[in-house]
Every structure is written in C-alpha cells, then in structure tokens.
C-alpha cells in the first residue's frame, strides 16, 4: 500500500513538474524522491508522469491521482491536527452540572468564558442537585459540577459567586408596604415557605441557622425555588431566597433586604462554587478551568 510520504512526493512533482525543484521543497535530495515515485507506479500499476530530458508531464492516470492524493493528504492534515487538539484539551466534550439556581447567576458567564476561549468544544448541561452531582462526578459522568455544598473528599474547588439572601414576599403583604428591612424577630411572626429535604438541605441548614431557636411556622416545604416563588405570589407565606432569583421579576412578589446581627449575617450569604474530580482524566477539563480562573462578569 502506498504510503503519505509517496503521496507527498508526487503531489510535489505534480506541481512543480521538475523531480529537482520538487525534492528542494520536500527537503531531500532527488534520488529518493524518484525512488518514491517508482514504488508508487509499481503499486498503482500505471504510469504517473511521462518523463523526456526537457520535461516532465503527467498522464491521464496522474491527472486522476492528483485530485485524490490532495484529498487524502487533506485529510490526513486535518485528522492529526484534530487528534492534537483533543489531546490538548481544545477540542471534545465537557459535561456541567448545574442546580436551577445557579442558571440565575454564574452558568451564563461560565458558559460564555468557556465558548469564548475554547470554542471547538461541544458543551454537555446536565441539571442536577448538588447531591446527584457529586455521586455523577464521582462516575465520571460530569466533569465540572456548580455545587452550593462542597463535599469532602479529593475535589478541586473554586468558589464562583457569592450572595446575600432575601426576603421574598407577596407585594400587598405589610411587610412590602413598610419597605424596611426585615429583622429576624420580624420575619418568624409570618408563615414561611419552606425548604424541602433533602433536595434542599443547603438552604434548610441556612434558614435555620438564620432562625436560631425561635419557631417559626412553615407552612409548605419545595425543592425548587420556582415553586416558592410561586406560592409567595399566591399570598401563602413568605421566603428565604437568593438574590439572584430577583432576575426572574416574578408577578406578584417583592424582594426586601434582611436586617441582621454581624454573627448571622454570615449565615444569610449563599456560594455557588465549581467541583470537580482532581482524577480527571479528560483533557478538556484542565483548558476549562484555565478559562473561567478570572472573575467571571456576571450580570
């Protein structure tokens, strides 16, 4: 079988049609070139060229090989190229999970560093909560996770976005029509919408720990923020929620600032950060991570 560099060569005589010009552009001498072109007519059975002392010419043989062997070297060109850049992390398949609340903020931006920077990778979202994400990452199933929890364990970590939480309540609700801040003792003295476990056991362990030892009465418990929304609109109760949810603008609802002591303020901060398996074997994942080391620009 005939090989590239054979291939090579007689595209080269082809063009410049002149065995010495030709060997000076492949960079070797004009006796092995020959030798290349004598190997690839006796594999083929044709003659290529018709050669005199003056000048060389191709056959009707060659004429047909000519267009082929551009081709073939073509894609010979652009495969290694493609198995280069996979290897390199510049082409292939990253797989992201992400939680419903981390699309209001940071999956955005992400997705346009990544874009931007690596183009020529194809990008695979998979929804999920923090808690299938981690048990996915761990399969090697998703290779990037935007998780509210970190988990324990060998993972890399970069905390994305941090936010305050937030008062949602129905917008005729006397908490809206005062328009202050609302402080713990406040807030308790209302029916809450409530997180659901254990698909929201992040945001449940904040709420409490905002709440302290006061009780508090709940009188649903959701996993999805959208859900809660919903049901404050609808007058039901009010909630806890992060900022971010204020780009939904839903109908009905109004945000209000939390009025809380220096030790609890803390509490009432929520992060999303990308996880992910230091194992990693996928090659993208490391360009990835170069791509989103600067603060993202969100909003």
């Not at 267009?67 to 510049?90: K, N, W």
């Not at 008062?167 to 029916?191: K, T």
């Not at 959701?222 to 949810?245: C, E, F, K, N, Y």
């Amino acid at each position: 079988m005939y090989s590239l560099e054979q291939l090579r060569g007689f595209v080269a005589v082809s063009e410049h049609l002149h065995f010495g010009r030709a060997a000076e552009s492949l960079q070797m001498t004009q006796p092995p070139l020959s030798r290349q072109i004598q190997k690839l007519e006796a594999e083929l059975g044709v003659h290529l060229f018709t050669r005199t002392n003056r000048q060389v010419e191709l056959t009707a043989a060659g004429v047909e090989l000519l267009e082929r062997a551009r081709h073939i070297l073509a894609l010979a060109d652009r495969s290694r190229a493609a198995v280069r850049s996979v290897a390199h992390g510049e082409r292939g398949t990253l797989t992201i999970g992400f939680t419903a609340t981390s699309a209001l903020s940071v999956l955005g931006p992400l997705l346009d560093r990544i874009h931007d920077q690596l183009p020529d990778v194809d990008i695979d979202l998979r929804e999920r909560v923090s808690g299938l994400q981690r048990t996915e990452i761990d399969r090697g199933s998703i290779d990037l996770g935007l998780l509210r929890t970190v988990p324990a364990g060998d993972y890399g970590v970069r905390e994305l976005f941090r936010e305050d939480l937030v008062l949602a309540v129905p917008d005729r609700h006397p908490l809206a029509e005062a328009g202050r801040p609302v402080s713990v003792d406040r807030l308790v003295e209302h029916p809450m919408i409530g997180y659901a476990r254990p698909e929201s056991e992040y945001f449940l362990r904040k709420v409490e720990r905002i709440l302290g030892d006061r009780q508090v009465r709940t009188v649903y418990s959701v996993a999805q923020i959208l859900s809660m929304l919903s049901l404050v609109a609808r007058s039901i109760g009010v909630a806890l929620v992060p900022r971010s949810t204020e780009s939904l603008r839903p109908h009905g609802v109004t945000f209000l600032e939390l009025d809380l002591p220096g030790r609890v303020a803390a509490e009432a901060q929520v992060t999303i950060a990308a996880v992910w398996d230091r194992g990693s074997r996928n090659p993208v994942l490391p360009r990835a991570l170069e791509a989103i080391a600067a603060p993202l620009q969100l909003g």
